[in-house]
């Protein structure tokens, strides 16, 4: 192919709990880091390891250009984190050198890909995200199409805005699209080569959604808003809207760009993108009273395990620990509901997964079968982890790294390292050394347990874990837990310092209009 296009690809993935502890460059290599060959390699692997939006814009620009050597990637560098507090400062300078070394040395490119969350922050910065989007435009220059998808709970700010041509946000929660959105990002991008020029229009509600009202399912706000916006598309890509993106953002971030974010992009028409934009943005602002918490609290989700537990002819439950995320900046390693648990004597339940490396050396030492006294969180430091010391009998040791089956992770090589199994009479914990959310059943299974033989389980997840559990759990025998943590859905439990106030719904009278 004569003059082929040649790519720039790169990306930074972290979700910032302002409330957590800061995360360094350890936090990204234990997770995905990636630079140059190697992610083309993993990009055309079957079950990668790297962000499945960069296998799917590779999918579409291979078969665009009839084969891989029919464009010319030029991938620079794409890491990211667990979800973590603020990154520190001189690791996202450096990761920012690095990038800059990349893509100078790839010399002029035709178009960017950043595969990005887009919720982080840093210790020096709101918005670290925006300082790379723009670094990025400087080095390119202004003609070369900067497309970046993100996690539909990206906090953006003008700069990101800027700095883009589109942004792309993910439509599903449980993020069960990344490589989709990968692909719309590359369709895009191929229409930019044909000479499309985009135009966008944003506008930012004072609307901070709890976590767990940001479902996309039916029946759930978020996600009617989502179909909605999708009606504005012309089904056969040849209408003025090009993509219609809703970011419900990420409250945790604690910033002055938090609120719900809506954009249009159209095909070189101002007028529709904005009109678009505030005829979606009224909708969203018209139905803000269903984006209102609902759980239950510890005692009755006890006795609800308790009971399923004794009764074998009664329906297994699911029970979700949405204030102890680790997807969210928690630490996987809260005690609230694993004590009540332990303490009302509930028989036949899992818990999937909990953070804990010190607990996974003494079973490691002590060896399988073998029953020892051990100190859950005994080297923990968070106000949330407290202690818990247990009898517990090793079942199991394992190396933590399987290729996933169910939900977003299905396809993927999952590593959460070394892990042990701990039965602690009547309830079974599996102890993880890299700090992850219960994303999927293969979490349970990949353990040597039969997930639907559990009488219930426990996930230390907010809402991922649905889209790995729904082959086993309707929605209606899924139930979330209002206790403590790092990631409670309750906003009020919080010390907001930089969220624009008054916001809906932790401020009731808070207003807007277009």
């Not at 080095?139 to 953006?156: C, E, K, M, Y």
């Not at 991008?189 to 959604?209: D, S």
Request: proline share 7%.
């Amino acid at each position: 192919m004569a003059n082929p296009k040649r790519i720039a690809i790169c990306g930074f993935n972290l979700e910032s709990n302002r409330f957590a502890p800061t995360c360094a460059r350890a936090d990204f290599e234990e997770n995905m880091y990636f630079r140059g060959a190697e992610i083309t390699r993993q990009a055309r692997l079957d079950a990668p390891s790297l962000h499945l939006g960069i296998k799917g814009f590779y999918r579409v620009m291979d078969a665009a250009f009839d084969g891989a050597d029919g464009w010319v990637d030029a991938p620079a560098i794409v890491v990211g984190s667990t979800p973590a507090g603020p990154v520190e400062e001189a690791f996202f300078k450096e990761f920012l050198a690095e990038l800059r070394q990349d893509l100078e040395a790839a010399g002029p490119v035709d178009g960017v890909y950043i595969c990005q969350h887009g919720a982080a922050v840093a210790t020096h910065t709101h918005d670290p995200d925006g300082d790379m989007f723009a670094m990025v435009r400087e080095i390119v220059g202004p003609g070369v199409p900067v497309i970046a998808t993100l996690d539909l709970h990206a906090n953006v700010s003008e700069v990101m805005m800027d700095a883009t041509d589109m942004m792309i946000g993910y439509r599903t929660n449980p993020h069960v699209d990344m490589a989709e959105r990968g692909e719309e990002a590359a369709r895009a991008m191929l229409e930019m080569f044909a000479g499309t020029r985009p135009e966008k229009y944003r506008v930012r509600l004072p609307l901070v959604a709890p976590s767990v009202t940001q479902l996309t399912a039916e029946g759930h706000p978020y996600g009617d808003l989502i179909r909605l916006g999708q009606t504005k598309i012309d089904p056969d890509g040849r209408g003025g809207v090009m993509n219609v993106t809703i970011l419900s953002g990420f409250a945790f971030g604690d910033t002055p760009k938090n609120g719900m974010t809506v954009i249009t992009h159209t095909r070189g028409d101002a007028e529709l993108a904005k009109r678009t934009t505030l005829d979606l943005a009224e909708a969203a602002w018209a139905d803000r009273e269903r984006y209102r918490p609902s759980m239950i609290s510890l005692e009755d989700a006890v006795a609800r395990a308790k009971a399923v537990g004794e009764d074998p002819a009664a329906e297994p439950l699911l029970f979700a620990d949405p204030a102890d995320n680790p997807g969210g900046g928690g630490r996987g390693n809260t005690i609230y509901i694993l004590k009540a648990l332990l303490d009302a004597g509930v028989q036949g339940c899992v818990l999937s997964v909990f953070y804990d490396r010190a607990a996974i050396a003494s079973a490691t030492a002590a060896g399988v079968g073998a029953t020892i006294s051990i100190t859950l969180n005994a080297e923990e430091d968070n106000e949330f982890s407290d202690p818990l010391s247990v009898e517990a009998r090793v079942v199991s040791l394992h190396e933590g790294r399987f290729v996933a089956h169910y939900g977003m992770v299905a396809g993927t090589t999952v590593d959460i390292g070394p892990s042990v199994v701990l039965d602690l009479g009547g309830v079974t914990v599996i102890c993880i050394s890299k700090r992850e959310q219960c994303r999927s059943s293969d979490f349970v299974s990949a353990f040597g347990i039969d997930p639907s033989a559990c009488r219930s389980i426990v996930v230390k997840s907010r809402g991922h874990f649905r889209a790995g559990f729904q082959h086993l759990f309707p929605p209606e025998r899924i139930l979330e837990v209002d206790v403590p943590g790092l990631t409670s859905p309750n906003l009020a439990n919080f010390d907001w310092r930089y969220l624009p106030r008054p916001v809906f719904p932790l401020d009731p009278d808070a207003a807007w209009a277009p």
